[in-house]
């Protein structure tokens, strides 16, 4: 079983939908959590980044992430076709010698206008 | 302010050849990780690099060996390349637990 646990989608909704991402993890040791988002054939773009349980705000997108459950969400309001991009979730521990990053599989969204 | 960037920017190389890949770090950042991103998947983590010395490595092969310099540059080499070593490799910078990444070196091996 992997770490993180991410549908790969492909996702399809239509402009100006709320879109949700989600993740899943079995490491308990997890305390940052974040979200990538990647165009095709480009290096991945931090969009959120969150440490430990809560919500994290920022425009368009909320990071959810509950501890207890080892489950993580993105939430995309009012999606644009310029969001169209492969969605990767991320997690790290923290520890005195080095905080890599475990990945999911990412998800694929398409917006279509 | 310059983001992290990383050269070549695509290579192509023969099973058995050696490669170097270079990275060079957000500005204030000190920590330089790397990850191979097969197609279809998401990054697996190499090994990161502070302050010179390797801090963590992932399941990797002895033939991925890297290095970083005192201006918190970088370089990935892999030798005895395999074709499965084919993949994006991508490079990222920080200076706490947010990384950044650059845009990749895609290298493709024949």
């Known amino acids: 079983q992997k770490e993180v646990e991410q549908d790969p989608g492909p996702l399809s909704v239509p402009e100006g939908a709320i879109v949700s991402l989600n993740c899943t993890y079995s490491?308990?040791?997890?305390?940052?959590f974040m979200w990538y988002r990647q165009y095709s054939r480009k290096g991945p773009e931090l969009l959120m980044y969150?440490?430990?349980?809560g919500n994290k705000e920022d425009g368009r997108f909320t990071a959810q992430v509950d501890k207890s459950s080892k489950y993580i969400s993105l939430f995309i309001r009012d999606s644009q076709p310029s969001d169209s991009a492969t969605y990767l979730c991320?997690?790290?521990?923290?520890?005195?010698?080095?905080?890599?990053?475990?990945f999911g599989t990412g998800t694929q969204l398409k917006v279509e206008l | 302010d310059a983001g992290v960037t990383q050269s070549p920017t695509h290579l192509i190389k023969t099973r058995g050849q050696q490669v170097t890949l270079r990275c060079s770090p957000k500005s204030g950042h000190d920590t330089v990780s790397w990850y191979q991103q097969a197609l279809g998947q998401g990054p697996q983590f190499i090994f990161q690099y502070y302050e010179e010395e390797e801090r963590q490595r992932g399941n990797f092969p002895d033939r991925f060996s890297g290095h970083q310099f005192p201006n918190y540059s970088s370089e990935l080499n892999v030798n005895a390349l395999l074709l499965g070593d084919s993949a994006l490799y991508l490079c990222?910078?920080?200076?706490?637990?947010?990384?950044?990444f650059g845009p990749g070196t895609r290298l493709t091996v024949t």
């Open positions: 969150t440490y430990s349980s």
């Open positions: 990222a910078s920080s200076l706490r637990q947010e990384q950044y």
């Open positions: 490491n308990s040791a997890f305390q940052y």
């Open positions: 991320a997690m790290s521990a923290m520890t005195g010698g080095g905080n890599k990053l475990t």
